[in-house]
């Protein structure tokens, strides 16, 4: 009974906040866009205190988008199909293969036997290690299946959090060096192709951050790494061979990536294959279930597949298109076009700040959803660089470090028990204005040539 009425209180304070919001929102905008903010508030609500599933809450777009006349049933659930979300649902189907095969184990060994068997050699292992797995499979993912090997390493406690925080932060950073590795970096191609922009290609898009990624695994390993020196401890790796199975998944991980490169245009050398990417991945994830490779079995993994974050993709597009149709979007543009009087790189500071500190008490997924289309109306409105502002917005909402509900690997970590709010938020605030100039000084000098 207790749960039920916790349950129904979480509920309601949702309730309470969307209308809150409504009536505030009255003295601004039109019926039609008060609503709308009302039920983005409501939404975001229920998916910070959890009152229902995640997966519910991202399917009741559905239901209230045409109830309140903002979207029809038509153009709301349209969203739920789009091709970034069946991408997303390859690139979870090789995750799925690699946990099932164990072939992250050999992966984290191989990993950690690169660096010394040091708290300083193991913490830049972690940071490396979950940074790059989380290119390929999911942030959560990556720090759900690394967290048990790191609290496991040692039973010092200092150590035991720092190198939680290692795997956590480690896996935001990384997971922007590739299209498919958070869902923020999904939602900018779905909105980008919406658009009807050019989307940036798979492989451009890992040159252009690969040099903020790497950059940033230093900053943080080292920050996590000031104190350690003093502590001794030594860890040992197993080199064992990789089975038939592993194999069978790394082949296809390397097939994927030969297709991938193929199929990436070089102008003027190269037009690239033209295969749609999201085709390329599905394809890949389709073959673990094909044999001779037969990984996956549908009965059996049917059940790891993520749905509700698929859902939260197609919730995530709705509420970007809401925001282009109510003409809400253009409206608070109308609001942000007094910063565009400011130079290109302060403007960059201040989305840059904006995002990443907003995303620290709301979802990154929700956030993105909703400032993108801000965004791209202001750059429309007075010709900034559209690409530029959108990237740079993205990459801010997956680079906040100091509270559990900013990111789903920060919540991880401080779940496992090891990591306090406080040392959270102490290192993360470092990492958050480190972050931010170093991703306005990477677009300023570096992307702006390109975009």
Sequence with gaps: MNEYKAQFQK??????VGALIFALSLTIFTPQQASLLGLIALLVALWTNEGLPLGVVSLLPIIMFPAFSILTTKETTVNYAHPIIFLFLGGFMLAIAVEKTHLHRWIADKMLSLFPATPKGIIFSLTITAGLLSSVLSNTTTTLLLMSIALFITDNLRLKMRFALAIAY?????GILTPIGTPPNLILLGIMQNKGMEIIPFLQWMWM????VFMMFFVVASLLSIGVKDIDMSISTEDKALDKEQKKVLYIIAGLVVLLLLNAPLKPYWNGLGLSEAGILLGAGLLLYVPPFKILDWMADKGKIPYRIMFLF????SIAKAFSSTGLADEFASYLITITQLSPIMILFAVAMLITFTTEITS??????IMLPVIYAVAQQTGINTTLFMMVATICASYAFMLPIATAPNAIAMSSGAVSIANMARYGIVLNLVGIFLIVMVAEFFWKGIL
């Design 364 to 369: 990154n997924t929700a956030l993105i959803s």
């Design 314 to 317: 197609g919730a995530g597009f």
């Design 170 to 174: 480690g896996a935001s950073v990384g």
């Design 209 to 212: 951050v690969a040099p903020l």
């Design 11 to 16: 509920i309601a304070v949702g309730v309470l």
